[in-house]
């Protein structure tokens, strides 16, 4: 079958077309024929980093965790897919996972669902890592209807979804934003706007929570920003990262009884630990968007398999609106 491949990590030119054989299927896994595959923000720095990332795979390897597609072959076990089912998952592109840029992939049906009917598979195949990331944060932290919801970040992959299931939860939402187009965004997913540039977190936790501070803080930005989190979060309030990777003093957080949630998706993968959660949440993520409350929003662009270099380019130059995604047929 036909792949894009590297024989080295470095740059987006390091991606090659190669033929390589197509998996074979096995018990407890499926056989998917990939339609699309978006890219992440993880996949990028695999490429980059290599095996400076102890998730990084040997080479030479087939990166891509996200997709959507077609089941071609069941395994022994599997008994809730059929072949000819539409599914949608973040199964490979790290370990010895192979990855989704290429025609075929063998994928564990744990990590996997059925794909929402009314999203195309290019839509499909942006929602799975940043789907259940969002989920996750915002699950962990108990979302409730009524809340005060801030998403740091709410243009971007994951942020752009959260600010929509915290909507669906009941919750009110505001969300961070550097531009005026951003900021046109998340106002149009039904969250109010802050212009960070413009805006203190005083000013804003004072416009938008009389005070308070907020309920749940999910921040997809982290870093330094996990102060800024801090800071905007209520007393006993709850703040979920997904780049906690940072030194930073508690201080703020004790005296606030502040909880965090930091989320690493991955960990199923990498470790083959509650692989079966991922299913369990795709398959409400499903639910949410047949629903008509979840549709993930793509960039403009588009790129064919063979031109995943630069749909990797596009990804890292920051230009991009909403999710990048590799078109496989």
Do not use: W
């Amino acid at each position: 079958m036909k792949a894009m491949i590297i024989r080295e990590f470095g740059g987006p030119e390091r991606f090659e077309a190669a033929d390589i054989p197509a998996p074979a299927v096995k018990a407890g896994h499926v056989v998917v024929k990939v339609a699309a595959s978006s890219v992440n923000t993880v996949d990028t720095m695999i490429r980059e980093m290599g095996k400076a990332l102890p998730l990084s795979p040997d080479l030479p390897a087939v990166l891509g965790m996200d997709f959507a597609g077609t089941i071609t072959e069941i395994g022994e076990g599997v008994t809730h897919f059929q072949v000819g089912d539409e599914v949608y998952g973040c199964a490979g592109g790290l370990g010895e996972l192979q990855g989704s840029l290429a025609e075929y992939m063998l994928a564990d049906a744990r990590l996997i669902a059925r794909k929402p009917k009314n999203l195309t598979m290019r839509e499909a195949a942006a929602l799975p890592l940043v789907g259940i990331t969002a989920y996750e944060g915002l699950t962990r932290a108990g979302v409730k209807a009524g809340q005060t919801v801030l998403v740091h970040g709410g243009a971007g992959g994951v942020g752009h979804v959260a600010l929509q299931l915290a909507k669906h939860f009941g919750a009110i939402a505001s969300a961070t934003a550097s531009n005026d187009a951003h900021l046109h965004l998340v106002e149009s997913l039904g969250a109010s706007g802050i212009n960070y540039h413009n805006e203190s977190v005083e000013e804003y936790v004072s416009k938008h929570t009389q005070g308070a501070g907020f309920d749940v803080v999910f921040d997809s930005v982290g870093g330094a920003n996990m102060a800024n989190s801090f800071e905007a979060a209520a007393l006993n309030g709850q703040v979920a990262s997904t780049v906690a990777m940072v030194d930073l003093d508690l201080s703020l957080a004790h005296f606030k009884g502040l909880s965090l949630h930091v989320v690493f998706m991955l960990i199923p993968m990498i470790h083959n630990h509650g692989r079966q959660a991922h299913h369990d949440i795709l398959s409400t993520l499903t639910d949410i968007a047949e629903q008509g409350h979840l549709r993930p929003i793509l960039d403009d662009t588009h790129y064919h398999l063979d031109e995943v270099g630069k749909a990797h380019a596009r990804l890292a130059s920051r230009k991009a609106t909403g999710k990048v995604v590799v078109d496989h047929t």
